[in-house]
């Protein structure tokens, strides 16, 4: 791996992690395969490091350095899926009896998983708006052993203050864990912020175009790094050297795409706003975020996603989203292909009603994720869809 304080991000996106194949020179690592590693004697390993593709595989590994290089971490584990990556992690930072602190507006399988599942195994949660520190340190109690973060959060683009809660979090030496997916260590470095673990689902910017579906952890120490590789083994939701792959390209250009994605966002939010049709839009780069500063702050960069709100309520949004062609009506983000999802119906499907809309996750909200087409098409793709309301 390439010196961190030598390369820039730019340099260390192409280059890290992955080093010209010993036996043959190829340039790109390759798709390792295999199951297993053929051991020296009963008692001796090869001098390699693998044994069993569950726990560890030379392709994944390269994505790891990789990742762990972009995080400025001290080490990564990747995943069959984000959500394995979070399984994993709550499984191994959690145990019956304990507290965990999770942000009011998180993915929807997060809060499936946490309030569905992981609550039957005698984990408490509580969902706080982790937009107000003040708030983290109210819902401490003796036996919280985790705070988990999303920020921005998916879909309504709330922001956490990850170096606050961080030091609330190391105060009482309780692991930090920051969901990163939408920003994305281009733009947001938790782990320089003071968090512990830097999380991704790789299925969106890191992989980046609608290939396969991934996930990542960076850690900051190695404790935990180890304790979430040992849950990692035990459930067997490791990465596949082949989605390693697909994943170890993506990351090569993600400073670009992230960076053109922003782009095009701007310029779509800018023109949302005018739009006599469009009841509000939300964008952290608009002036009208309610949390520019923190957004400016932390990160930087404000990313490829933002949502809006039509007027004439949720009939209207169903139809603009119906009628929108070049935007594809789908889950998942962060690729080059623009699509917009309805949460409410799609990836927060599972929510109550009335918890979504408390944390405003209201019926019409359309989240769109902007990819790399020209902004002049998507831009135009909107407004004929807008200019039928
Ligand atoms: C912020 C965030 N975290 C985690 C996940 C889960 O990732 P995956 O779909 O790869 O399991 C998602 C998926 O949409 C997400 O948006």
């Not at 733009?187 to 512990?196: I, M, S, T, V």
């Not at 989240?367 to 807008?386: C, H, N, P, V, Y």
Request: hydrophobic fraction near 35%; glycine fraction near 6%.
């Amino acid at each position: 791996m390439s010196d961190k304080t030598k390369h820039s991000f730019q340099t260390r996106e192409v280059h890290d992690g992955v080093v010209p194949d010993p036996t043959t020179g190829a340039i790109l690592t390759p798709i390792y395969q295999t199951t297993t590693y053929v051991q020296e004697s009963v008692d001796q390993y090869l001098d390699k490091g693998y044994s069993y593709s569950r726990s560890g595989n030379p392709t994944v590994a390269a994505l790891e350095d990789k990742i762990t290089s972009l995080e400025n971490g001290i080490g990564s584990a990747c995943f069959a899926t984000g959500m394995a990556a979070t399984s994993a992690t709550m499984m191994a930072l959690l145990n019956h009896g304990d507290h965990c602190i999770l942000s009011d507006v998180v993915y929807g399988g997060t809060h499936r998983l946490s309030t569905q599942v992981l609550s039957r195994f005698g984990v408490d949660f509580s969902l706080v708006d982790t937009s107000d520190p003040a708030n983290v340190v109210q819902a401490l109690r003796p036996e919280t052993r985790l705070i988990f973060t999303e920020t921005p959060a998916n879909p309504t683009l709330k922001l956490t203050d990850i170096a606050a809660v961080s030091e609330i979090a190391s105060e009482k030496q309780i692991p930090h864990v920051v969901d990163n997916t939408f920003l994305t260590p281009y733009f947001q470095r938790p782990l320089d912020l003071g968090a512990d673990i830097s999380l991704h689902s790789t299925t969106k910017f890191m992989e980046g175009h609608n290939i396969s579906v991934g996930g990542s952890i960076t850690a900051n120490n190695k404790d935990l790094l180890e304790s979430i590789k040992f849950v990692r083994n035990c459930l067997g939701s490791n990465m596949t050297p082949m989605v390693a792959f697909y994943t170890l390209q993506g990351c090569k250009t993600l400073s670009t795409r992230i960076r053109a994605q922003s782009e095009n966002a701007a310029r779509i939010a800018d023109f949302l706003a005018m739009h006599n049709a469009v009841e509000r839009v939300c964008y952290p780069g608009l002036d009208s975020f309610p949390q520019k500063e923190l957004a400016t702050r932390q990160a930087s960069g404000f990313g490829s996603m933002l949502w809006f709100e039509v007027k004439g309520g949720v009939e209207a949004g169903k139809q603009l989203m119906n009628t929108l062609q070049l935007w594809s009506l789908a889950e998942n983000l962060g690729s080059v292909e623009s699509l917009v999802t309805h949460s409410v119906t799609m990836t927060h499907a599972d929510m109550p009603r009335e918890e979504r809309m408390s944390v405003g996750i209201t019926d019409g909200l359309v989240r769109l994720s902007t990819g790399l087409e020209s902004a002049e098409d998507l831009i135009s793709d909107l407004k004929q869809a807008l200019d039928r309301l």
